[in-house]
């Protein structure tokens, strides 16, 4: 499928989408289907198995959004008032791929498009009770989301605790060592990236980048 945003792509689109958006969100807000789907991570290159499903909220300026691909599944909550996204589930069945990468990415430039503020995430650890080895709480901090003041707090109380001296995850995930030992050792927090050009999460997500030889333009 090829991603465009000309009227015959959003007819092409349509097919793909159950749309319950009762309060007619998207044209208050003059989104288009693809512009709601890039604000959840977009269609990947190579995406197959596309279903979408929009989702009225009880209140008016909220849209839930589920899209399934046979790569990878995303649940969203999009508060155009507020203009903030909660990321509330990404599941990426091929890890190492950069797939989760190029989803923040389509997300981040459609949300400052849109003038949105931030995104909100929880970044889950394994769970020994669950099938699915999350990697939320690795790759989020490498990415670019901060942790929330409260959970800042713990984690500097839990650092001092295993005679560690980094103050922040972005502190620890600067080195491999501290990569190794937060991926052995780490856990599930609730993370926050704000998307002010200056702010600390472009910041640490364009180092990232570079470190991978990738240049992009927010």
């Known amino acids: 499928m090829n991603v465009t945003s000309d009227p015959a792509y959003e007819d092409a689109l349509r097919q793909y989408v159950s749309n319950n958006d009762v309060h007619h969100i998207l044209t208050k807000y003059n989104v ?3 512009e709601l789907i890039d604000l959840c991570g977009g269609i990947q290159p190579g995406t197959t198995g596309l279903r979408v499903e929009i989702l009225s909220s009880h209140e008016a300026d909220i849209i839930h959004v589920k899209i399934f691909t046979d790569s990878y599944d995303l649940v969203r909550s999009i ?3 507020y203009k903030t996204i909660l990321n509330r589930h990404m599941h990426v069945y091929q890890q190492k791929k950069g797939i989760a990468t190029n989803l923040l990415i389509t997300q981040i430039k459609t949300a400052k498009k849109h003038l949105f503020r931030k995104l909100n995430a929880v970044a889950s650890a394994p769970d020994e009770y669950e099938d699915v080895k999350w990697a939320g709480y690795y790759c989020w901090g490498r990415l670019g ?3 929330v003041a409260a959970d800042s707090s713990d984690f500097n ?12 995850l972005e502190e620890l995930l600067a080195t491999e060592e501290g990569r190794e030992f937060w991926r052995i050792n780490g856990y599930s927090w609730t993370g926050e990236f704000y998307l002010d050009d200056n702010g600390e999460s ?11 030889e990738k240049s992009i333009t927010f």
């Open 32 to 34: 288009t289907l693809k």
């Open 79 to 81: 508060d155009f008032g």
């Open 145 to 147: 989301y901060v942790m």
């Open 157 to 168: 109380l839990w650092m001092k605790s295993r005679n560690r001296k980094e103050k922040t």
């Open 202 to 212: 472009l910041r640490i997500l364009g180092a990232y980048l570079k470190s991978k």
